[in-house]
T-cell receptor
């Protein structure tokens, strides 16, 4: 089955700097890669996703890149703000079947003012 | 409702007790998923429904776990004879039909088995 590895487990950056979180996956049939943000005690919320037919997607300060050959994808947050502090999860799934999400272990991002 | 609703938010159960966790998905959402999130970990898939049909239950950790969605809307996750290792947050998610549409999560039920 699919296995998703996420790094780093914790990340601390100065406000205004960029943050990068990386994930690798094992199942070459996976073709949908969402990123979720989870604040303490709250529900995971989708912040951006990418499908395997594109290599990069951007939404304001957030971007995701995908390298299908290497089976890795990354989240980039620019001009970080204190409200970006949260745990971020990457995930992977196939378009067919149950489309269940396989999550990485999470990255706790702290933005220092 | 505006989003996926789960109840109760918190549940403390004595070891050996049975529990039932409820999920109200977003109206019209065909797909419903249950995930288990241990402390400090990512959510792990338990089971998936498409309408009332349970199409995948490969993630259920043991036969003590049972899920149902009899009318294709509300779902219940039941855990029999709870054990300490069952302590976790149980998340429900729903999505529209179709390929890889966004999954909306509920706030979860935090189960603590003492």
């Amino acid at each position: 089955g699919e296995n998703v590895e996420q790094h780093p487990s914790t990340l601390s950056v100065q406000e205004g700097d960029s943050a990068v979180i990386k994930c690798t996956y094992s199942d070459s049939a996976s073709n949908y890669f969402p990123w979720y943000k989870q604040e303490l005690g709250k529900r995971p919320q989708l912040i951006i996703d990418i499908r395997s037919n594109v290599g990069e997607k951007k939404d304001q300060r957030i971007a995701v890149t995908l390298n299908k050959t290497a089976k890795h994808f990354s989240l980039h947050i620019t001009e970080t703000q204190p409200e970006d502090s949260a745990v971020y999860f990457c995930a992977a799934s196939r378009m067919s079947g149950a489309q269940k999400l396989v999550f990485g272990q999470g990255t706790r991002l702290t933005i220092n003012p | 409702g505006a989003g996926v609703s789960q109840s109760p938010r918190y549940k403390v159960a004595k070891r050996g007790q049975d529990v039932a966790l409820r999920c109200d998905p977003i109206s019209g959402h065909v797909s419903l998923f249950w995930y288990q999130q241990a402390l400090g970990q990512g959510p792990e898939f338990l089971t998936y429904f498409q309408n009332e049909a349970q199409l995948d239950k490969s993630g259920l950790p043991s036969d003590r776990f049972f899920a149902e969605r009899p009318e294709g809307s509300v779902s219940t996750l039941k855990i029999q004879r709870t054990q300490q290792e069952d302590s976790a947050v149980y998340l429900c998610a729903s999505s529209l039909a179709g390929r890889n549409t966004e999954a909306f999560f509920g706030q979860g039920t935090r189960l603590t088995v003492v």
